[in-house]
C-alpha cells in the first residue's frame, strides 16, 4: 500500500455499499450549503479506483464551481436559446425508440408529476429544460474527459462510464447528491473556455453536485428499473 492509498481510506464511509448502491437516486435541486474542495478530492480519491482497460486511466477531472460556473450556465443558456447547435464533442446517441424511449418517458412523467408541470405549460416545460442546461443551478460542476489521443475508441469511454459511476456513489457515500448531465456540455466551447479545458483533452460528459435540497420535489423520484428476470440471461447455472 502506497502513501496515496493511505489519503483514500482515511476518510471513512458514512455509509454501507449496499445503501449506497440502493439509496442513491439522481439530484436536481440543491441546497445553499457550500462543497468544500476538501470533499471533492475525497470523492475524486474514491472515484479514480475504478476500473479501467490494463488500467488506462484514460479520464480527468475538471472540478468547477463560483464565478467560472456561472459564466458556464450562462453561456450554455444564451446558445441555446438562441438556437446554436448542439457541439458536444463526444458523439450524441440516436433518438431513443421502442422500449429504450418508453423508459425517457416514464421517467419524465415521473419528473413532471413531482414537479406540478402540466403536459400543456410550455412556460414551465422550457424552464425545467433550461434547468438541464445551468446544470441543475448546483454550486459545483464536474467535468469528466478522457485523452484526445484516445478519441474514437470505444474503450476509454466505457471507461469514463466507470468513473463517472464511481464518483456519483463516491458522492452520494459523503451525503452529496449528484445528476450525470449531457445537457451542461452540449456547448463545448462554453465549457472549454471558463472550465480552462486543455486542448489535449475530449469533454466526455458532466456531473451537477452538491447537498441535495430535500424540499426540492423532483428529489424525491427514484426511476423504475429493469429487474433481474429481465435483464440477465443465467447459463450453465
Known amino acids: 500500500m502506497t502513501a ?3 489519503v483514500a481510506l482515511a476518510a471513512p464511509p458514512t455509509m454501507a455499499y449496499d445503501d449506497v448502491v440502493l439509496g442513491r437516486r439522481s439530484i436536481r435541486g440543491f441546497s445553499d450549503r457550500d462543497v468544500s474542495r476538501e470533499v471533492v478530492e475525497q470523492i475524486i480519491d474514491l472515484a479514480r479506483r475504478a476500473p479501467s482497460s490494463l488500467n488506462s486511466q484514460p479520464w480527468n477531472f475538471y472540478v468547477v464551481t463560483g464565478e467560472p460556473l456561472e459564466r458556464i450556465r450562462a453561456g450554455n443558456v444564451e446558445r441555446n436559446l438562441a438556437g446554436v447547435p448542439d457541439t458536444r464533442e463526444f458523439r450524441p446517441n440516436p ?3 421502442g422500449h429504450h424511449r418508453e423508459r425517457q418517458i416514464g421517467v ?5 408529476a413531482a414537479m406540478g408541470i402540466e403536459r400543456h405549460d410550455k412556460p414551465a416545460r422550457q424552464d425545467w429544460v433550461l434547468r438541464g442546461f445551468r446544470q441543475f443551478d448546483a454550486p459545483v460542476s464536474v467535468v469528466i474527459t478522457y485523452d484526445r489521443e484516445l478519441h474514437g475508441a470505444d474503450i476509454p469511454v466505457f471507461d469514463c462510464g466507470a468513473v463517472t459511476n464511481a464518483l456519483v456513489n463516491a ?3 459523503r451525503g ?3 445528476c450525470i448531465n449531457s ?3 452540449m456547448q463545448s466551447p462554453v465549457v ?3 472550465a480552462g479545458i486543455a486542448d489535449d483533452q475530449v469533454i466526455m460528459i458532466c456531473v451537477a453536485m452538491g447537498y441535495p435540497d430535500d424540499s426540492f420535489p423532483a428529489n424525491s423520484v427514484v426511476s423504475q428499473r429493469k429487474d433481474v428476470a429481465e435483464a440477465a440471461v443465467f447459463v450453465g447455472f
Open 171 to 173: 458522492a452520494w457515500s
Open 183 to 185: 445537457q451542461g456540455i
Open 4 to 6: 496515496d492509498d493511505d
Open 176 to 178: 452529496l447528491g449528484c
Open 95 to 97: 433518438a431513443y425508440e
Open 108 to 112: 419524465a412523467k415521473q419528473l413532471f
Open 192 to 194: 472549454r473556455e471558463h
